[in-house]
């Protein structure tokens, strides 16, 4: 798990990337929940999802945002942070030149820098979208969703109430050719506190369901 710096728009950021032995692997990349709640590259969700795309034979990176930890610079609202993301996949890609695609997962906060990171780049082919906070930030730029992907929330989420993860997948889900998978998970909080097995069973089985139809 080599541990990489590397540059972006508020100076350096700090990384953890794990290369795939595979030339032409896909990349993935996990973005951290709120940096002002917490939220770093070394949280147990996006620990676990790094490892869930490792072992499927990703370039895996995940990355602190600007000012947290050895990343410089300081919060910006969701701008700067997804700035952060455009550079960290820039990154990515500039040491995979052969990668054939691209997957973005992220929690909470994560999820949202992740679903704009989406509709700005269209070599992203899949996504997995934990708890993605639908009613303290506006999701109206998914206007229509360029891919597939995953949303999976707590069933007593009190941070982000189910009906508003609802509201937004119901309008996700009219886009023609695209899939929104969404799956509840059985009395989780917005944390998953306990229910961290079945979050991750959920995001792996998706995964591979995925993977099982590329190949």
């Known amino acids: 798990m080599p541990e990489v710096i590397f540059t972006g728009p508020a100076g350096r950021l700090e990384g953890r990337y794990h290369p795939a032995k595979q030339k032409n692997a896909p990349i993935a990349m996990i973005l951290h929940p709120h940096p002002q709640f917490h939220g770093t590259m070394n949280h ?3 620990y676990q999802c790094y490892y869930a795309f490792a ?3 990703f370039s895996v990176l995940r990355f602190n945002f600007r000012g ?3 990343s410089q610079g300081s919060f910006d609202h969701g701008t700067g942070e997804l700035s952060d993301a455009a550079s960290a ?3 990515a890609q ?3 030149p052969e990668a054939r695609a691209c997957w973005v997962a992220g929690f909470s906060f994560g999820a949202w820098i992740g679903m704009q990171l989406l509709m700005r780049r269209p070599e992203v082919e899949g996504f997995i979208s934990i708890a993605p906070p639908a009613n303290l930030y506006d999701f109206s730029f998914l206007a229509p969703c360029p891919s597939s992907g995953l ?3 707590g069933e007593k989420d009190a941070v982000v109430p189910p009906k508003d993860v609802n509201t937004l997948v119901e309008k996700l889900k ?3 050719g695209i899939v929104i998978d969404q799956q509840v998970i059985p009395g989780a909080n917005h944390f998953f506190d306990g229910k961290l097995q079945p979050l991750m069973e959920t ?3 998706y995964l591979d369901m995925r993977l099982a139809n590329v190949r």
């Open 151 to 153: 949303i999976v929330h």
């Open 174 to 176: 009219t886009q023609k």
């Open 68 to 70: 947290v930890g050895r």
């Open 94 to 96: 500039t040491i995979n």
């Open 203 to 205: 995001v792996t089985a």
């Open 55 to 57: 072992h499927r034979g």
């Open 44 to 46: 147990q969700i996006i």
């Open 89 to 91: 996949l820039d990154w």
